[in-house]
């Protein structure tokens, strides 16, 4: 566990970290031998960036919040541009808005608030904690959803799963979901329901996982924000089920769905 105050820090940074640099930090607990002696006062921890490689990180205890969020961004920016870099990601990050190509911001402290700098202009750019995405990033295959956030294909697939299990409802007004299960072979969350206006009938539903949003996508970047869509998808196919288009029938009776109606 990670001591609350340290979580409170670094929560505006992750969250930049992964909206505009494309990339999931996992911070955790310190691994004791990144610090040697470690300080008393100093709070620790260990960063670990998407491809296994890990950084001990540390902030005084006590300081103001702001002062340990701008002390801190400093550090995880650190990590988050080599991990870019390594990446094959532009390792000028966060990028300035003022001056492209240029020179990354920097995190600074002004009016006790916790900015990004241009350190050209010296204008605060915005609060750490607000960057967005530059724009849409693509939607990622296995291969690159693996490079980028060190979570392979299985992982990702047995965490939507899981995901979908605790988000999707049971018993809806519309209908109710029967069974999840992961098609393995061809990447498929695999959903079977029932609607309650076609009494009697059993429908099928498989969901092509690949290619992934990118974990950038503030809607659907997590597992648990796209099971969140995907819920709410298949509450719309209940509904339309009149008009949804059956690919096939299979010997259990189950109706399948085309997954794009
Ligand atoms: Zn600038």
């Not at 990590?79 to 966060?94: D, H, L, Q």
């Not at 060190?150 to 109710?176: C, H, Q, T, W």
């Not at 969350?189 to 992934?212: C, E, K, M």
Request: proline share 9%.
């Amino acid at each position: 566990m990670l001591d609350p105050e340290l979580e409170a820090a670094l929560s505006p940074i992750i969250h930049d970290v992964i909206a505009s640099g494309g990339l999931l930090l996992d911070v955790r607990e310190s691994e004791p031998h990144f610090w040697r002696s470690p300080v008393p006062g100093y709070l620790y921890a260990t960063a670990w960036a998407p491809d296994g490689s890990g950084t001990g990180i540390s902030v005084p205890a006590g300081w103001p919040r702001p002062a340990q969020i701008a002390e801190l961004a400093e550090q995880l920016r650190e990590i988050a541009i080599e991990a870019r870099w390594r990446a094959e990601m532009s390792a000028t990050w966060p990028e300035c808005p003022t001056h492209p190509n240029s020179h990354p911001l920097e995190p600074a402290l002004v009016s006790e608030r916790a900015v990004w700098l241009c350190p050209k202009s010296g204008e605060a750019i915005a609060e750490i904690g607000t960057l967005k995405g530059e724009e849409d990033e693509d939607d990622l295959s296995a291969e690159e959803y693996e490079s980028l956030t060190g979570v392979s294909k299985a992982e990702y697939e047995a965490a939507l799963l899981e995901a979908a299990r605790r988000v999707f409802p049971g018993p809806a007004l519309e209908g109710d979901v029967q069974s999840f299960a992961l098609d393995q072979a061809e990447s498929m969350l695999v959903v079977v329901f029932t609607a309650h206006h076609l009494p009697g009938r059993l429908f099928g539903w498989r969901v092509p996982i690949w290619p992934a949003p990118h974990p950038s996508d503030r809607m659907t970047g997590t597992v648990d924000g796209l099971a969140v869509v995907l819920s709410v998808h298949l509450m719309e196919l209940i509904n339309d089920l009149p008009h949804a288009v059956r690919l096939s029938t299979d010997e259990t009776g189950v109706e399948w769905v085309d997954p794009t109606w």
